[in-house]
């Protein structure tokens, strides 16, 4: 990267964080910290989940797939689609009438404290990895682009990404979710016809391809792991705590609905772009290690793209794929601020409580750079993500979401088929292949990891019912003790579509609406500022300038319009 590189990446990463801190003021309560006030707009929601979702090592995992595989990384992103469709219509709704701040709140009002506890510390643990998994890819492409070693890259990202959660909460995160999905948008739209120019047109694509790169599936990747990853990530989506804030930050069941659908039409259509890079790549570098190929996504980049655009589109994946873990912290802190530290002092003033939810963000953080800088021992950033997913995504999650749908599973029948199912996960990874030799390939151990925990609810389903019906009949009088969520925590209807919301809670809204319009009409002036002075693709850059430019007036049309109304009153 030359130096006009490097300044324009420090130009942008400097525009997000500000952005972010902007609402270190706004942020004076647990809820506005946690929740944005409970009424967030539903497309800034959705765009944030698409983010926080699509960018858990987009770049490296789906590039390195992409590259080494082809079409199949398309197919594996699109059962993301049908999970987020299947989230929006069936479970983001419920998540959002249940009118919690977090998902231990619900555990701990439907299953008990116990169950609480249980499922708090298991999410600290795997939030901790998950942060530090998310994070490992923002220093990998720093280090691949710049050169800067992959420790030091870790560190610098990792200490921002603390200072702006920590300091502007939810919203800091959800603006700059947005901003990152702009800018994202805007550098794949520049990249992709620029690195088929560079190979002389489509057609010599295809022709140059290799022989299988256009299957749908594999034997690593078959149909069988493709209907198992679709489930799991249907659980994860509609279950993972971090994307339930998605759908209980905004104010009806309608919009939770609306977050979801809109997460499921992007992944539809995204992944289709966003592998074409690294697999053109493929055809330009075939003969790239399987360890390099990670870094296949900034490798064509930083062949195809003028001076100047390459530390934009850099500091574009870098946040993108940061947005994952400033996620993580928030909602972690989150569950510590509101639903641990509570019962460690039960008398606490305000300020108190927004000093613990700050430092508990930055403690989490800490914890995530450690696991970051441990990942290449872990086997690299791929082996790390899918056995994460494999061994306790549907284990950890799926229980809490079925609750949300039964009455019958109480604390024994959720907390035994996390239990067993973690069990069997991670003996069938690090146990078994030692002792008996047996072990599974990629599709098996995701099968495996989604199956068990259906099959253990499921009896525990069939259980509590015969037990209820047996209880019920004549001459029986206890009933059959099951979880029940309390009324009172539940929105009603017409709570759930009100369309008053406090002053306090528009101001926020408009402020979030403001300060990405202003973002994103600083990207479309630094996009459309290289345009001008770009060696090659000119055209193309001067039209996705202005293309986002356009957005900025689109996002927040009345700003000056409101001004000179006001000063004529």
Same mark, same amino acid.
């Given at each position: 990267?030359?130096?006009?590189?490097?300044?324009?990446?420090?130009?942008?990463?400097?525009?997000?964080?500000?952005?972010?801190?902007?609402?270190?003021?706004?942020?004076?309560?647990?809820?506005?910290?946690?929740?944005?006030?409970?009424?967030?707009?539903?497309?800034?929601?959705?765009?944030?989940?698409?983010?926080?979702?699509?960018?858990?090592?987009?770049?490296?995992?789906?590039?390195?797939?992409?590259?080494?595989?082809?079409?199949?990384?398309?197919?594996?992103?699109?059962?993301?689609?049908?999970?987020?469709?299947? $989230? *929006?219509? @069936? #479970? +983001?709704?419920?998540?959002?009438?249940?009118?919690?701040? &977090?998902? !231990? %709140?619900?555990?701990?009002?439907?299953?008990?404290?116990?169950?609480?506890?249980?499922?708090?510390?298991?999410?600290?643990?795997?939030?901790?990895?998950?942060?530090?998994?998310?994070?490992?890819?923002?220093?990998?492409?720093?280090?691949?682009?710049?050169?800067?070693?992959?420790?030091?890259?870790?560190?610098?990202?990792?200490?921002?990404?603390?200072?702006?959660?920590?300091?502007?909460?939810?919203?800091?995160?959800?603006?700059?979710?947005?901003?990152?999905?702009?800018?994202?948008?805007?550098?794949?739209?520049?990249?992709?016809?620029?690195?088929?120019?560079?190979?002389?047109? $489509? *057609?010599? @694509? #295809? +022709?140059?391809?290799?022989?299988?790169?256009?299957?749908? &599936?594999? !034997? %690593?990747?078959?149909?069988?792991?493709?209907?198992?990853?679709?489930?799991?990530?249907?659980?994860?989506?509609?279950?993972?705590?971090?994307?339930?804030?998605?759908?209980?930050?905004?104010?009806?069941?309608?919009?939770?609905?609306?977050?979801?659908?809109?997460?499921?039409?992007?992944?539809?259509?995204?992944?289709?772009?966003?592998?074409?890079?690294?697999?053109?790549?493929?055809?330009?570098?075939?003969?790239?290690?399987?360890?390099?190929?990670?870094?296949?996504?900034?490798?064509?980049?930083?062949?195809?793209?003028?001076?100047?655009?390459?530390?934009?589109?850099?500091?574009?994946?870098?946040?993108?794929? +940061?947005?994952?873990?400033?996620?993580?912290?928030?909602?972690?802190?989150?569950?510590?601020?509101?639903?641990?530290?509570?019962?460690?002092?039960?008398?606490?003033?305000?300020?108190?409580?927004?000093?613990?939810?700050?430092?508990?963000?930055?403690?989490?953080?800490?914890?995530?750079?450690?696991?970051?800088?441990?990942?290449?021992?872990?086997?690299?950033?791929?082996?790390?993500?899918?056995?994460?997913?494999?061994?306790?995504?549907?284990?950890?999650?799926?229980?809490?979401?079925?609750?949300?749908?039964?009455?019958?599973?109480?604390?024994?029948?959720?907390?035994?088929?996390?239990?067993?199912?973690?069990?069997?996960?991670?003996?069938?990874?690090?146990?078994?292949?030692?002792?008996?030799?047996?072990?599974?390939?990629?599709?098996?151990?995701?099968?495996?990891?989604?199956?068990?925990?259906?099959?253990?609810?499921?009896?525990?389903?069939?259980?509590?019912?015969?037990?209820?019906?047996?209880?019920?009949?004549?001459?029986?009088?206890?009933?059959?003790?099951?979880?029940?969520?309390?009324?009172?925590?539940?929105?009603?209807?017409?709570?759930?579509?009100?369309?008053?919301?406090?002053?306090?809670?528009?101001?926020?809204?408009?402020?979030?609406?403001?300060?990405?319009?202003?973002?994103?009409?600083?990207?479309?002036?630094?996009?459309?500022?290289?345009?001008?002075?770009?060696?090659?693709?000119?055209?193309?850059?001067?039209?996705?300038?202005?293309?986002?430019?356009?957005?900025?007036?689109?996002?927040?049309?009345?700003?000056?319009?409101?001004?000179?109304?006001?000063?004529?009153?």
């Amino acid at each position: 990267m030359t130096s006009f590189d490097v300044s324009i990446a420090i130009t942008f990463a400097l525009l997000v964080v500000l952005l972010g801190l902007s609402f270190g003021k706004k942020e004076g309560s647990v809820s506005s910290f946690f929740a944005a006030g409970g009424a967030v707009p539903w497309w800034i929601s959705g765009l944030s989940l698409f983010m926080s979702f699509f960018s858990v090592g987009t770049f490296v995992v789906w590039g390195s797939i992409a590259y080494k595989t082809g079409l199949v990384s398309v197919t594996i992103q699109t059962t993301m689609s049908l999970a987020g469709l299947a $989230v *929006g219509y @069936f #479970i +983001a709704p419920k998540w959002n009438r249940t009118n919690v701040l &977090t998902a !231990a %709140e619900f555990i701990s009002t439907k299953l008990g404290h116990a169950s609480q506890k249980f499922y708090t510390y298991l999410f600290f643990i795997i939030s901790i990895f998950s942060g530090g998994a998310f994070l490992y890819p923002v220093g990998k492409m720093i280090e691949v682009t710049t050169g800067i070693p992959l420790v030091s890259a870790i560190l610098f990202l990792g200490v921002l990404i603390i200072a702006y959660t920590a300091v502007g909460g939810l919203w800091a995160v959800l603006v700059t979710d947005v901003l990152q999905f702009i800018v994202l948008m805007a550098a794949v739209s520049i990249i992709v016809p620029l690195a088929f120019e560079e190979i002389g047109g $489509v *057609g010599m @694509f #295809i +022709a140059n391809a290799p022989s299988d790169f256009f299957q749908v &599936t594999n !034997a %690593e990747y078959d149909w069988l792991f493709m209907a198992a990853f679709g489930f799991y990530n249907m659980v994860f989506i509609g279950g993972s705590w971090a994307y339930v804030q998605r759908y209980t930050s905004v104010k009806s069941e309608k919009d939770a609905k609306k977050v979801g659908y809109l997460f499921g039409v992007l992944y539809l259509i995204a992944p289709i772009i966003w592998m074409l890079p690294p697999m053109v790549y493929r055809i330009i570098s075939p003969d790239t290690a399987s360890t390099d190929a990670e870094g296949a996504y900034l490798q064509i980049s930083k062949l195809v793209v003028p001076n100047g655009l390459m530390g934009l589109i850099l500091g574009a994946m870098v946040f993108a794929t +940061a947005s994952s873990v400033n996620t993580t912290l928030n909602i972690a802190a989150g569950v510590f601020t509101n639903d641990i530290y509570p019962q460690i002092k039960r008398k606490r003033s305000a300020f108190e409580t927004m000093w613990v939810a700050r430092t508990s963000t930055v403690f989490f953080g800490v914890l995530s750079i450690v696991i970051a800088l441990c990942v290449s021992s872990m086997g690299g950033i791929v082996e790390v993500a899918f056995s994460l997913a494999a061994i306790t995504g549907v284990a950890l999650f799926l229980p809490p979401v079925w609750t949300l749908f039964s009455d019958n599973q109480t604390q024994l029948s959720v907390i035994s088929t996390s239990v067993i199912s973690l069990s069997i996960n991670v003996a069938f990874k690090f146990f078994i292949p030692e002792l008996l030799g047996i072990s599974l390939d990629r599709s098996s151990e995701m099968f495996v990891g989604v199956i068990v925990p259906i099959f253990l609810l499921a009896i525990w389903e069939l259980y509590y019912r015969f037990l209820s019906n047996t209880h019920n009949a004549p001459g029986n009088k206890q009933p059959v003790q099951r979880a029940g969520f309390s009324p009172s925590n539940v929105k009603t209807p017409e709570a759930t579509h009100s369309n008053d919301l406090p002053p306090s809670t528009n101001d926020a809204n408009e402020q979030g609406k403001k300060i990405i319009a202003i973002g994103i009409g600083g990207i479309g002036l630094i996009i459309f500022g290289l345009g001008l002075q770009a060696d090659k693709g000119q055209n193309t850059i001067l039209l996705v300038g202005t293309f986002v430019l356009a957005l900025c007036i689109t996002v927040y049309p009345k700003t000056l319009f409101n001004q000179r109304k006001d000063t004529h009153v």
